[in-house]
């Protein structure tokens, strides 16, 4: 059987050699491509490759009458509709290590530019100034080098930083002290990181979580003169905040390819001398271009020959009765990861998701990985989908076990999700009651009846008259509104607790002055 290839987008020739080499490939290389074109043309093809250029819309898709897989040559995939694919069972495959190499070694070239001011001093020299003086640098050896992010990249960046003789901390959400020392770098809290650090890199995805995370008050934890380094994601860090710590002499220096609005070309920290720019060009080496474009390229072959790939984005085809039966949990079983996601404190270690009663009876293995999936987007962000979830617990370290019962005690299917780090346990059950939705049912020992969607408050006390009173006149305070109220307790004057459906999320602010009242032993903002 023969297959058409359509690549819209500039690829290498050395990238796409997979596909030239396989037997029954058709390959065809159209970059002029008008939309209203493509559109004309899609229905012939069985895969299509593109970079960033290439816009597959839904109406692309639903013309695609023979499209199976499309290949994106790179690592973000916004230019591709992920729902309308997975609607019409086409697999969609990125290549999210292609660029690891490249980014790493651009962000420790920026570290050694920003040290020793190589842009400044060869503009002076292009404009026919020999200043030495204005240019003395600093040494990178014996330096602290603080990693915010100890992901693929991070972990590349502290290995060479390493190799410059630098001493290293890291923070990541993922990162125990075992796996820290493994590694051969210091274990950190962000704080730890930000205060021990000389210089300081990022290498986090941009969430809700990490942006802005060099902030203002980050700034002020800082040593006098630390140097900052962004080759990640712009909005990681506060770039006002930034400016105002240069100018104030707390920051000696920031050396950044990326930013929070992109050109960037017309901003006031362009006109600091401090500041040394790119314009993200992390992955913009020869090696790496062509890398995206092999790794894709083997995807596509492999899975029209052999219906496997290595970087799955979006949701695999299940048989469509299976489908029926588990498609109204996967929401639900998101969102117990999500909630366990914010309730767990410390580094999951293993995953445990039993399912109880109906579900105990069919394969319910696309619904464990939209579990970790919850669990993990938080921290590691969008890029963590239904497909790859589990590969990255895996390479995190992460153990996830799937269990099934036929005693649902009690109601027609039940799934349960616990989580175990170094120090606890935590557990979250739920189900769907019918005519009412996604319920959650039990957290940790605690009954409760919580539909899992919006803002939530968690709070531990002690079951004693007036805590409740107490929680809500300081939300009151704060300017939040109680929509609804769960309380639970193991027994009498023993431990409890408080659910909350809330109208916004409560800051850090009201979450310290919670755990301050009395009774109170515990406060966790759930946001789902």
Same mark, same amino acid.
Request: net charge negative.
């Given at each position: 059987?023969?297959?058409?290839?359509?690549?819209?987008?500039?690829?290498? @020739?050395?990238?796409?050699?997979?596909? !030239?080499?396989?037997?029954?490939?058709?390959?065809?290389?159209?970059?002029?491509?008008? $939309?209203?074109?493509?559109?004309?043309?899609?229905?012939?093809?069985?895969?299509?490759?593109?970079?960033?250029?290439? &816009?597959?819309?839904?109406?692309?898709?639903? =013309?695609?009458?023979? +499209?199976?897989?499309?290949?994106?040559?790179?690592?973000?995939?916004?230019?591709?509709? +992920?729902?309308?694919?997975?609607?019409?069972?086409?697999?969609?495959?990125?290549?999210?290590?292609?660029?690891?190499?490249?980014?790493?070694?651009?962000?420790?070239?920026? +570290?050694?530019?920003?040290?020793?001011?190589?842009?400044?001093? #060869?503009?002076?020299?292009?404009?026919?100034?020999? %200043? !030495?003086?204005?240019?003395?640098?600093?040494?990178?050896?014996?330096?602290?080098?603080?990693?915010?992010?100890?992901?693929?990249?991070?972990?590349?960046?502290?290995?060479?930083?390493?190799?410059?003789?630098?001493?290293?901390?890291?923070?990541?959400?993922?990162?125990?002290?075992?796996?820290?020392?493994?590694?051969?770098? &210091?274990?950190?809290?962000?704080?730890?990181?930000?205060?021990?650090?000389?210089?300081?890199?990022?290498?986090?995805?941009?969430?809700?979580?990490?942006?802005?995370?060099?902030?203002?008050?980050?700034? @002020? =934890?800082?040593?006098?003169?630390?140097?900052?380094?962004?080759?990640?994601? /712009?909005?990681?860090? %506060?770039?006002?905040?930034?400016?105002?710590?240069?100018?104030?002499?707390?920051?000696?220096?920031?050396?950044?390819?990326?930013?929070?609005?992109? $050109?960037?070309?017309?901003?006031?920290?362009?006109?600091?001398?401090?500041?040394?720019?790119?314009?993200?060009?992390?992955?913009?080496?020869?090696?790496?271009? @062509?890398?995206?474009?092999?790794?894709?390229?083997?995807?596509?072959?492999?899975?029209?020959?052999?219906?496997?790939? =290595?970087?799955?984005?979006?949701?695999?085809?299940?048989?469509?009765?299976?489908?029926?039966?588990?498609?109204?949990?996967?929401?639900?079983?998101?969102?117990?990861?999500?909630?366990?996601?914010?309730?767990?404190?410390?580094?999951?270690?293993?995953?445990?998701?039993?399912?109880?009663?109906?579900?105990?009876?069919?394969?319910?293995?696309?619904?464990?990985?939209?579990?970790?999936? /919850?669990?993990?987007?938080?921290?590691?962000?969008?890029?963590?989908?239904?497909?790859?979830?589990?590969?990255?617990? %895996?390479?995190?370290?992460?153990?996830?076990? @799937?269990? =099934?019962?036929?005693?649902?005690?009690?109601?027609?299917?039940?799934?349960?999700?616990?989580?175990?780090?170094?120090?606890?346990?935590?557990?979250?059950?739920?189900?769907?009651?019918?005519? +009412?939705?996604?319920?959650?049912?039990?957290?940790?020992?605690?009954?409760?009846?919580?539909?899992?969607?919006?803002?939530?408050? #968690?709070?531990?006390?002690?079951?004693? $008259?007036?805590?409740?009173?107490?929680?809500?006149?300081?939300?009151?305070?704060?300017?939040?509104?109680?929509?609804?109220?769960?309380?639970?307790?193991?027994?009498?004057?023993?431990?409890?607790?408080?659910?909350?459906?809330?109208?916004?999320?409560?800051?850090?602010?009201?979450?310290?002055?919670?755990?301050?009242?009395?009774?109170?032993? %515990?406060?966790?903002?759930?946001?789902?």
């Amino acid at each position: 059987m023969a297959y058409n290839i359509l690549i819209s987008d500039p690829l290498s @020739e050395d990238g796409i050699y997979p596909l !030239r080499q396989a037997e029954g490939f058709n390959i065809v290389v159209d970059t002029d491509l008008t $939309p209203e074109q493509l559109g004309e043309r899609i229905g012939e093809f069985d895969a299509l490759l593109v970079r960033s250029q290439t &816009q597959v819309t839904r109406e692309i898709i639903e =013309k695609g009458t023979n +499209l199976k897989i499309i290949g994106r040559a790179g690592v973000g995939v916004d230019n591709i509709d +992920l729902t309308a694919a997975t609607e019409r069972g086409i697999i969609v495959v990125n290549a999210p290590d292609g660029n690891t190499n490249s980014a790493a070694e651009h962000t420790i070239a920026m +570290l050694m530019s920003l040290a020793r001011n190589i842009p400044q001093a #060869f503009h002076a020299l292009k404009n026919q100034k020999w %200043d !030495r003086k204005s240019f003395i640098g600093v040494e990178v050896k014996n330096k602290t080098l603080g990693v915010v992010g100890l992901g693929r990249i991070g972990a590349e960046v502290a290995a060479r930083a390493k190799g410059q003789r630098m001493n290293v901390i890291a923070y990541d959400p993922f990162l125990t002290p075992e796996k820290a020392e493994k590694l051969g770098v &210091q274990f950190g809290t962000i704080e730890d990181v930000i205060k021990a650090a000389d210089f300081i890199t990022v290498h986090t995805p941009l969430l809700k979580e990490t942006r802005h995370i060099i902030n203002k008050e980050a700034f @002020e =934890k800082m040593k006098d003169g630390v140097q900052i380094v962004n080759c990640a994601r /712009g909005g990681i860090i %506060d770039e006002d905040a930034l400016y105002d710590a240069i100018v104030s002499g707390k920051v000696a220096g920031a050396a950044l390819d990326v930013f929070e609005e992109e $050109p960037f070309v017309d901003h006031r920290l362009l006109t600091l001398p401090q500041v040394i720019a790119t314009p993200h060009l992390g992955a913009s080496t020869v090696e790496a271009q @062509e890398i995206v474009a092999i790794d894709v390229s083997h995807d596509v072959v492999s899975f029209l020959k052999d219906g496997v790939v =290595k970087n799955p984005v979006n949701l695999s085809s299940v048989p469509k009765d299976v489908l029926a039966k588990i498609e109204p949990y996967f929401n639900l079983v998101e969102k117990l990861g999500s909630f366990l996601s914010d309730l767990t404190d410390g580094v999951p270690e293993e995953v445990n998701i039993t399912y109880s009663g109906e579900l105990s009876n069919i394969d319910v293995r696309p619904l464990s990985r939209n579990a970790v999936k /919850g669990l993990l987007k938080s921290k590691l962000g969008e890029s963590i989908n239904d497909v790859n979830a589990k590969f990255h617990a %895996d390479r995190i370290g992460i153990i996830v076990n @799937e269990l =099934k019962t036929t005693k649902a005690k009690g109601f027609t299917s039940l799934i349960t999700v616990e989580v175990k780090t170094a120090s606890a346990t935590r557990k979250v059950a739920g189900t769907l009651l019918n005519g +009412l939705g996604p319920r959650i049912l039990r957290v940790d020992d605690f009954i409760v009846d919580v539909v899992p969607e919006g803002h939530l408050l #968690f709070i531990r006390h002690k079951d004693q $008259p007036g805590a409740i009173g107490r929680v809500g006149t300081l939300l009151a305070g704060e300017g939040v509104n109680i929509a609804t109220m769960q309380v639970g307790r193991s027994e009498v004057g023993g431990d409890a607790i408080m659910m909350l459906s809330i109208d916004k999320h409560v800051e850090e602010s009201g979450i310290e002055q919670l755990k301050q009242l009395e009774d109170i032993s %515990d406060a966790t903002t759930i946001d789902l």
